[in-house]
């Protein structure tokens, strides 16, 4: 069964520094693009950025381009997203997801940037 | 970039009711990369519909899900009470992934 698991939520403020991570398994994580989406509180999802499989592509919401930067490592099977001057309006929920067949996502880790 | 629309924006009804969900693309989009979510408050999107029509593992045949090219459809034949909430489409082909807005299916 395929599972990925995001880790690396919290607490932080304005202006500061994130990394989330995101383990996968159970499938050949190295043959497959990975995403971040994210739900802000009462909100609707939000596609956050993409990586090709092999990372050589990567693309972003305009809403996090020059701040957000996402990578991988294949050998570790983990997707991670390096996330730099956080605003309040990233709190959120973030979720890795891939398509196989059909998406599948992580349970999600929570980031509040608050002051 | 693809838009997707949902429409209505609430739905209320009465359990034993029948629900009709609409998704709009603009533009024409492929089948296998439409999907349909459930969420519920304070918990992650439950993938409900992939591929347009195909049930999720465990997901009661009351959901029924169609539609192709600009339009597609998610139907509860008869709501019981714990199919009140929110639901998503996605479109995930491609590099970028689309939702729709959100239907909520609230209690009348």
């Known amino acids: 069964q395929v599972q990925l698991v995001e880790s690396g939520g919290g607490v932080v403020q304005p202006g500061t520094s994130l990394r989330l991570s995101c383990e996968a398994s159970a499938f050949t994580f190295s043959s497959y693009a990975m995403h971040w989406v994210r739900q802000a509180p009462g909100k609707g999802l939000e596609w956050v950025t993409v990586i090709s499989f092999d990372g050589g592509t990567k693309s972003y919401a305009d809403s996090v381009k020059g701040r957000f930067t996402i990578s991988r490592d294949n050998s570790k099977n983990t997707l991670y997203l390096q996330m730099n001057s956080l605003r309040t309006e990233d709190t959120a929920v973030y979720y890795c997801?891939?398509?196989?067949?059909?998406?599948?996502w992580g349970q999600g880790t929570l980031v509040s940037v608050s002051s | 970039e693809i838009v997707l629309t949902q429409s209505p924006g609430t739905l209320s009804l009465s359990p034993g009711e029948r629900a009709t969900l609409s998704c709009m693309a603009s533009?024409?989009?492929?089948?296998?990369?439409l999907a349909w979510y459930q969420q519920k408050p304070g918990q992650p999107p439950r993938l409900l519909i992939y591929g347009a029509s195909s049930r999720a593992t465990g997901v009661p045949d009351r959901f029924d899900g169609r539609g192709s090219g600009t339009d597609f459809t998610l139907t509860i034949s008869r709501l019981e009470p714990e199919d009140f909430a929110v639901y998503y489409c996605?479109?995930?082909?491609?590099?970028?992934?689309?939702f729709g807005q959100g239907t909520k299916v609230e209690i009348k």
């Open positions: 997801a891939t398509f196989i067949s059909n998406p599948y």
């Open positions: 996605l479109h995930c082909g491609g590099s970028l992934w689309t």
């Open positions: 533009q024409s989009v492929s089948s296998i990369y």
